[in-house]
């Protein structure tokens, strides 16, 4: 029999078996048929059915090879995540033949991925004030004067993303500016409120760079009026500056409890005392350190603890700064004088918003001819309609063993027109005592008053976030 050659459908070849054996047993010619004839026909047919499923089968094998043999081979045969690390994105691409080996976003998509987050940000606070008292010169105060008012202006850029799973890399980039004139505030530093690196994870956080120290954990839930042109910054310089050039902290969280430390090697590494000469505005107190010589020049450490209750918290801090040189700012002019600060405080939230809160700092500043000092303050802030905020703050200074003393007291009206913007109106008055001569706002240039007098300032002004 003629050897057929047909292609992979098995139907097609029972059909073509059957083709050719009907005609030789199944045509009518007279004839009996035997049963033995049959059988043989029947064997016949099954075995060139078995030959031509094995065509077929070489057929498909052969096909299958060639296409085998035409397809792209890789430059690399990879077993298991060490055999790509290493190598580029398209390197992996090609030995892996995925288009994203680990999935990890890159470059410009990277920053807009959920895995990191950078963000810019930053508050403008500009205002007309009225200032009036008998100044140190003599004359009679009676100055009008743009300045910004209950915050300081700032800007500044966050961003945070993670390393590996469970260690998130972070940093802050963060300058204040006068916007009366448009300088670089805090001694003239581009980023003069905090520039710093961290790590946290299950650990905490740590932080390297200019950042606050913990002294401000003291009184930052305490104070909020926070640090604007009045205030207690008043009456305490290093509430308006708690930070710490050169140094490394570290802070954690434990359910409502959270704590850290922080050590410098050097707290201001910046010469600002031509530009800052008032009692408030010690931003550049010219103490680098970082001295091989000495290891305790300006070096700084401090630690904090806080418990946050819901609607009620403790905070306490201590801090110490070592002196420099002749040329540091705030009589600290040796490494071995030290200025030291304990602070405790304390915030009440009543229903409806309103906010109560009270804190005390113990000074010993041995660079000062009256070094111990104790301050006690008290604040208010209640809501009194929709957007209305009036804020309220007593405050007051005593030096041990001597009469020099001051009060303060501070009153603001907000208005909050948006979430954006603010409106507010300021007053505060300082009366001194003794020798003592603290000003009722720390705009610049600083009007110094008499000592032992009174001053007043009332600024009027505009809020905006960005």
């Not at 292609?7 to 050719?20: D, E, H, I, N, T």
């Not at 064997?43 to 094998?61: N, P, T, Y």
């Not at 229903?351 to 009256?370: F, M, P, V, Y």
């Amino acid at each position: 029999m003629k050897e057929l050659k047909l292609g992979r459908s098995s139907p097609l070849v029972v059909a073509a078996c059957m083709a050719a054996c009907m005609p030789a047993w199944s045509q009518d010619n007279g004839a009996a048929t035997s049963n033995q004839d049959v059988l043989k026909r029947l064997e016949e047919m099954a075995r060139q059915i078995e030959q031509l499923k094995a065509q077929v089968k070489a057929d498909e094998e052969k096909l299958n090879a060639t296409a085998r043999s035409a397809a792209p081979q890789p430059v690399a045969a990879p077993v298991g995540k060490a055999a790509v690390e290493g190598l580029s994105k398209q390197g992996n691409e090609e030995a892996t033949g995925a288009v994203d080996v680990d999935k990890e976003p890159e470059g410009a998509a990277l920053v807009r991925s959920e895995k990191a987050k950078i963000n810019f940000y930053g508050m403008i606070d500009v205002g007309v004030e009225d200032l009036r008292g008998h100044l140190a010169s003599g004359k009679e105060s009676d100055a009008v004067r743009i300045s910004n008012g209950i915050i300081t202006p700032h800007f500044g850029l966050i961003g945070n993303g993670q390393l590996v799973r469970g260690l998130q890399g972070s940093f802050n980039m963060e300058g204040s500016f006068a916007p009366d004139n448009g300088s670089s505030g805090i001694g003239g530093r581009l980023f003069g409120r905090q520039a710093w690196v961290g790590l946290s994870g299950g650990f905490g956080t740590v932080r390297l760079g200019r950042q606050y120290t913990m002294a401000r954990m003291g009184w930052e839930d305490a104070n909020p009026y926070g640090t604007g042109n009045q205030g207690l910054r008043l009456l305490d310089p290093r509430i308006s500056n708690p930070r710490a050039d050169n140094s490394i902290s570290y802070f954690g969280k434990w359910g409502p409890v959270t704590a850290g430390v922080n050590w410098s090697a050097g707290w201001d590494a910046i010469d600002g005392n031509a530009a800052n000469t008032g009692p408030s505005n010690n931003a550049g107190a010219d103490c680098p350190g970082e001295v091989a010589s000495n290891n305790r020049q300006c070096r700084e450490s401090s630690a904090g603890i806080k418990y946050d209750g819901g609607s009620w918290g403790l905070t306490s801090s201590f801090e110490r700064l070592w002196g420099g040189t002749s040329a540091t700012y705030g009589g600290l002019t040796t490494p071995n004088t030290t200025d030291t600060r304990f602070v405790l405080g304390g915030y009440l939230k009543l229903h409806g918003g309103a906010k109560l809160t009270a804190g005390w700092i113990q000074r010993d500043n041995e660079g000062s001819k009256t070094p111990k000092s104790d301050m006690y303050w008290t604040q208010a802030i209640v809501p009194v309609g929709d957007g209305f905020y009036f804020d309220g703050l007593l405050g007051e200074l005593k030096y041990e063993d001597s009469p020099n003393k001051a009060m303060l007291i501070n009153l603001r009206g907000r208005y909050i027109v948006s979430k954006d913007t603010t409106l507010y109106v300021t007053g505060a008055l300082m009366n001194n005592d003794g020798t003592l001569a603290l000003p009722a706002s720390a705009s610049t240039p600083s009007a110094t008053p008499s000592a032992g007098g009174k001053q007043g300032s009332v600024i009027t002004g505009i809020l905006y976030r960005f």
